[in-house]
């Protein structure tokens, strides 16, 4: 299994600030015959699903604010919030989907300073 | 619009069964993987594994392999999670959702989540 590791566990940003979460697999998501990685993001807020946020590491959901952006390749990625609202006080997951399990990260707990 | 509706919070007992659903809407719904995620209380995401909606076929994570049953019926869009006998550690709640497509299965669609507990 491919293991995903966020950091830092949680994490406290003012307001306008930015926000960085970095996850890390155990090996290699990025499939070379087309060069994607096979990598996406998600918020959880305190009571409500997951959201997607990020997928192919860098592809924003349509609706998800320009705010969010995703980076990385290999088995380093980063999600960026450019400056923090108030409405991104979440946890945020990780997930591979290259190859099955498709696992999740730990989650990163991001909150107001 | 598409939804994913799961059946209502559940209370059993260690060792009966149960089966919970997940009605998909708004799209169709034979031709996507639907994915089952556990989450248990204050813990992180676990991925259960995928049935196709469109023919059954199965991918179990390794880890809840023969503990836990997916099935699907298509004429009427639900897919199952069944339990032959609960087990404590089986507390937590288990989200359905809608893979993308067979060759990228990040979730894009999320059920709102059915809260199992399994308490003597």
């Known amino acids: 299994d491919i293991v995903m590791t966020q950091s830092p566990a949680s994490l406290a940003v003012s307001l306008g600030e930015r926000a960085t979460i970095n996850c890390k697999s155990s090996q290699s998501v990025l499939y070379s015959s087309n060069n994607k990685n096979y990598l996406a993001w998600y918020q959880q807020k305190p009571g409500q699903p997951p959201k997607l946020l990020i997928y192919w590491a860098s592809t924003r959901e349509s609706g998800v604010p320009d705010r969010f952006s995703g980076s990385g390749s290999g088995t380093d990625f980063t999600l960026t919030i450019s400056s923090l609202q108030a409405e991104d006080v979440a946890v945020y997951f990780c997930?591979?989907?290259?190859?099955?399990?498709?696992?999740f990260g730990q989650g990163t707990k991001l909150e107001i300073k | 619009e598409v939804q994913l509706v799961q059946s209502g919070a559940e209370v059993k007992k260690p060792g009966e069964s149960l089966k919970i659903s997940c009605e998909g809407s708004g799209f169709r719904f034979t031709n996507y993987w639907i994915v089952w995620v556990r989450q248990m209380p204050g813990k992180g995401l676990e991925w259960m594994g995928f049935?196709?909606?469109?023919?059954?076929?199965?991918k179990y994570s390794p880890s809840l392999q023969g503990q836990v049953t997916f099935s699907v019926d298509k004429s009427i869009s639900t897919a199952y999670l069944q339990w032959r006998s609960l087990k404590a550690s089986d507390s937590a709640m288990y989200y359905c959702?809608?893979?993308?497509?067979?060759?990228?299965?990040?979730?894009?669609?999320w059920g709102q989540g059915t809260l199992v507990t399994v308490s003597s």
């Open positions: 997930q591979q989907y290259h190859s099955t399990p498709d696992t």
């Open positions: 959702a809608r893979a993308f497509d067979t060759s990228a299965t990040y979730i894009d669609y």
């Open positions: 049935i196709y909606a469109g023919g059954s076929d199965t």
